[in-house]
């Protein structure tokens, strides 16, 4: 998880209200990338960026939205449009030369009820 | 398109046993690929890659991994299981039709019993 934070750790909303999730990197990597982990479906991309002030679309975008204003931070929001936002959050970073590993932060669980 | 295949959702082994988690993958262009462990409520951890070079790649942690380019596979594999080794493993491959981009399989949970 070195080099990546998220918060908060747990985060619970009641529905209808929109939600930010923090992602931090000290990596000084120039991508970055939010994922959806849902039990047995594996990560899911919802956005990703490749530079400050730029970012694309992953497979399940819809109800989410972005903002890299600086090349340390990749916030999430969760907007009442999402219509199944529990899940685990993940945040990851990329250099942009090399292999195209991604490191991840340690997530943020978020619940909505 | 990219995809990985991660055939087992469950694999259980003995402590002190050897354990394989199996991974197959389809791609256009150059197979990169990945292995990461998680562990319960945390992020993934990358354990190793393959990029080119030697069929054999060692990783973090003792874990090793075999490429095959005939059978399209990408196997975990480890000498002797630990019991600390029970986590969730994800297999990935390099997405070629878009930046820097990974596919990640359904993940497997590996239990090892002491």
């Known amino acids: 998880d070195g080099g990546i934070t998220q918060s908060p750790k747990y985060l619970f909303r009641k529905e209808g209200q929109n939600v930010t999730l923090s992602c931090e990197q000290n990596?000084?990597?120039?991508?970055m990338y939010w994922y959806r982990q849902d039990p047995g479906q594996g990560l899911r991309l919802i956005y990703y960026?490749?530079?400050?002030?730029?970012?694309q679309k992953g497979d399940i975008a819809e109800g989410y939205s972005v903002s890299r204003e600086k090349k340390e931070s990749f916030p999430l929001t969760v907007t009442s449009a999402q219509k199944n936002p529990t899940a685990f959050y993940l945040c990851?970073?990329?250099?942009?030369?090399?292999?195209?590993?991604?490191?991840f932060g340690p997530g943020t669980r978020l619940t909505v009820t | 398109a990219q995809s990985v295949a991660q055939p087992e959702d469950q694999v259980n082994v003995a402590e002190g046993n050897p354990l394989t988690v199996k991974c197959t993958y389809s791609?256009?262009?150059?197979?990169?690929l990945f292995w990461y462990v998680q562990y319960p409520n945390r992020g993934l951890q990358f354990l190793l890659k393959?990029?080119?070079?030697?069929?054999l790649v060692k990783g973090s942690y003792g874990f090793e991994a075999e490429f095959n380019k005939s059978q399209t596979s990408f196997h975990l594999k480890k000498p002797s299981a630990l019991v600390s080794d029970s986590a969730l493993y994800f297999c990935?491959?390099?997405?070629?039709?878009?930046?820097?981009?990974?596919?990640f399989g359904t993940g497997t949970r590996l239990l090892v019993s002491p």
């Open positions: 990851a970073s990329s250099g942009t030369s090399g292999s195209g590993e991604q490191y």
């Open positions: 393959y990029i080119t070079g030697d069929n």
């Open positions: 990935a491959v390099r997405d070629w039709t878009g930046f820097q981009k990974l596919v």
């Open positions: 960026s490749q530079i400050v002030n730029d970012f």
């Open positions: 990596l000084n990597h120039d991508a």
């Open positions: 791609v256009s262009g150059n197979p990169y």
